[in-house]
């Protein structure tokens, strides 16, 4: 991966590193156990995996204040617990039990939590750019400086609407960060065989939207670039383009057995690259955290993940009645 | 019972098959589409064709249904034939302008003048827990809208059928298939949906509906998986003394209206399944292609089971309760006679 290094490292302190430690590995961790409960048939449909990407939501959340929004694809597991929303109700909703945070109504791709304003889980790919437009829109129309985090894939990069929305955007400065997450596969389709440009970002300059490349598997880059796009956006100046690279370790979705690249790839990722080792070794090497620390950190989120794995199994399937609530906002509906 | 030339293929191996046999005796046929090369489409209905006529023939698009749709449409009014992949048909909004304005409507709006001859292949519904932007049939959407002919097999005979017909037909033709008939072990597949195919091409006139079943009593009609639900009803049916017809429309446009009605003016008796959404839609159509022509013939008032009027649900119990299947039509005639 050609990427920029950000140059500009955060003096980060040993709670941050910490943080970021626990907040990455609650994702790998929640990650692994929902393909469990996807092998064990307790989850159904397209599931997508967030393994080997965490370092790109935990490092923008680190951006983040209270109040700023999100919104992103159906891989969207990773983003929610990134944001603050609880594991059991993420887990439930894969499930599809009542306890999850649609009830059971969206699954895997669609959830949202008005409280930690994370705005969806979209399975249409390119669909929650204008919504992340629109959110922006929402906060500089109130007159308060909360951000839009829009987050995208390589993908995604070539739907249309995206490019309506950067105009729009760019037009109106509306305080957006597009975070364009490039893994560099959409499904079996390598970046090269479907992009024109190898570089996703540059295409925002001819809407006048800077933007810049950030290793994504270096969540303390992520951090720094995130802060500079924050800066941005809250000062008025409109939106912000990042374009983060990172890698999936899994297939596109548990259905995916991922024949379109080789084992050797995937394998040189997670022995060189990995945004978690990585953190694991600046804590260690720099002495911020012992051994027996990062015990406790993993042990705690075994706690955290087994609990939610607990809590949506036992948690009841909705009740049929449910099929005709949230369909309109005051219930009206058609009688058969 | 196998016969000893008995070929059985997947729906998805039978659209593959009549693809490559049209694309060895026309070059004007080509395939595009996400994934459909190297992965041969997320249901296998591309299956191998990249290795035969390679990658300018067999092309992966970026995710960008509007300009490759739109493109398809421009390069068929200029003498290709293209096949063109939606992957799911819930995936229609993106790219609705392209289809309904401009691949429905060019041939009428030139006076017959320009020719649109291609197929735009989409999955369609649900069953395996997706949620409500995977799931959907559409069939009344598309239906609908003139200017585009719809087809819908049941089964791999049908399907070879219809893909060569599609692809020599001068007008688009929609092709809709069933994920839960393509025969992908992943998703589990309708065992009738899979049948013997004849290895020669052959083709299935768009238009016309097929009673699959003869009966007396009443006419169950449907379209793709709605058959094979109708079948196994038909089966209980028989069980109780009740002898079923089902009709495959395999056609949604143009609509074979002549053979539902013969069907129910010798049954008497109408029930329509659809996967669809209930209202506004392919089973209001059918009920009201018949009661318009000649309410005589009914015996009693026609059931509709279709999918109810909510966003597919997630959660797998709420989404079976919403799905037809073998016992509600059971129900429905029941129903019927109590009425
Ligand atoms: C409009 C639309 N077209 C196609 C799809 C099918 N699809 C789902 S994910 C995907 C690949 C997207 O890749 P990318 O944007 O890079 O995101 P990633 O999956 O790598 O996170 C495709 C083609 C879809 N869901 N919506
Ligand atoms: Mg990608």
Redesign the pocket.
């Known amino acids: 991966m050609a990427v920029k290094k950000s140059s500009k490292k955060p003096n980060v302190s040993a709670q941050e590193l910490q943080a970021y430690y626990h907040d990455m590995l609650l994702i790998r961790r929640f990650e692994e156990k929902a393909g469990q409960l996807y092998g064990m048939g307790l989850i159904g449909g397209f599931c997508?995996l967030y393994i080997g990407q965490e370092a790109v939501v935990v490092g923008l959340e680190a951006a983040a204040k209270e109040g700023d929004k999100r919104v992103t694809?159906?891989?969207d597991h990773g983003h929610m617990l990134a944001c603050g929303m609880d594991p059991n109700g993420v887990m439930a909703e894969l499930t599809g039990r009542i306890g999850g945070y649609s009830k059971g109504k969206g699954g895997s791709m669609h959830m949202f939590s008005k409280e930690k304003h994370f705005y969806g889980g979209h399975?249409?790919?390119?669909a929650q750019v204008p919504i992340g437009a629109g959110l922006a829109f929402a906060d500089k129309y109130k007159g308060n400086d909360n951000v839009s985090f829009t987050y995208?894939?390589?993908?995604?990069?070539n739907?249309g609407q995206v490019y309506e929305t950067f105009n729009m955007a760019a037009l109106w400065k509306l305080p957006v960060i597009f975070v364009i997450?490039n893994?560099q596969?959409?499904?079996g389709t390598a970046q090269a065989r479907s992009t024109s440009s190898p570089d996703i970002f540059t295409r925002g300059a001819a809407f006048g939207i800077p933007g810049e490349a950030v290793d994504g598997m270096d969540v303390l880059a992520v951090k720094a670039a995130g802060d500079t796009a924050v800066a941005h956006c809250r000062a008025g100046k409109g939106p912000y383009i990042l374009e983060v690279k990172t890698y999936?370790y899994r297939g596109?979705s548990m259905s995916d057995p991922a024949k379109y690249r080789t084992r050797e790839e995937v394998q040189k990722m997670r022995e060189e690259k990995d945004a978690i080792e990585h953190v694991r070794d600046l804590l260690l090497t720099g002495k911020h955290a012992t051994e027996d620390d990062l015990k406790a950190i993993d042990k705690s989120i075994k706690e955290i993940v087994n609990a939610s794995a607990e809590f949506a199994k036992e948690s009841p399937e909705p009740a049929l009645e449910e099929l005709w609530t949230d369909i309109y906002a005051d219930d009206a509906s058609q009688t058969a | 019972m196998t016969k000893s030339n008995e070929r059985k293929l997947t729906i998805a191996r039978a659209m593959a098959e009549a693809t490559a046999q049209e694309m060895r005796i026309d070059p004007s046929v080509f395939v595009m589409g996400?994934?459909i090369g190297p992965l041969g489409g997320v249901y296998g209905n591309t299956r191998g064709l990249i290795e035969e006529f390679g990658a300018e023939r067999i092309r992966d698009t970026p995710?960008s249904?509007t300009a490759f749709i739109g493109a398809a449409v421009g390069a068929a009014q200029d003498g290709m034939r293209p096949v063109v992949e939606l992957?799911?048909v819930d995936?229609f909004g993106?790219c609705f302008d392209a289809i309904y304005n401009l691949m429905a409507k060019n041939i009428y709006f030139s006076g017959g003048n320009v020719k649109v001859p291609m197929v735009l292949m989409t999955s369609t519904g649900g069953g395996y827990s997706d949620g409500g932007q995977h799931s959907q049939c559409l069939y009344g959407t598309f239906a609908h809208l003139p200017g585009m002919k719809v087809v819908a097999p049941s089964n791999a005979y049908d399907a070879k059928g219809l893909m060569t017909a599609a692809m020599r037909d001068d007008s688009p033709v929609v092709y809709m298939y069933h994920k839960g008939l393509q025969g992908m072990g992943w998703l589990g597949t309708e065992a009738g949906a899979t049948v013997h195919v004849p290895e020669e091409p052959y083709t299935l006139e768009i238009g016309k509906a097929k009673v699959v079943r003869e009966g007396k009593d009443v006419s169950i009609v449907s379209c793709g998986m709605g058959v094979h639900n109708a079948l196994k009803a038909a089966k209980t049916l028989e069980a109780q003394g009740v002898s079923a017809e089902v009709v495959d429309l395999v056609s949604l446009v143009p609509l074979d209206r002549d053979t539902i009605r013969a069907s129910v003016a010798k049954t008497g008796r109408l029930i329509v399944v659809d996967e669809d959404y209930m209202s506004y839609g392919l089973s209001g159509e059918i009920i009201a292609s018949v009661t318009e022509h000649d309410i005589s013939v009914l015996k009693a008032a026609p059931k509709r089971v279709a999918f109810p009027d909510v966003p597919i649900p997630f959660a797998r119990v709420m989404e079976q309760f919403c799905l037809p299947n073998p016992d509600k039509i059971v129900a429905a005639w029941d129903e019927m006679q109590a009425a």
């Open positions: 997508h694809s159906y891989r399975g249409i790919v390119g995208f894939g390589d993908g995604a990069a739907q997450e893994n596969y959409a499904m999936r596109h | 996400e994934d995710i249904e992957m799911f995936f993106v």
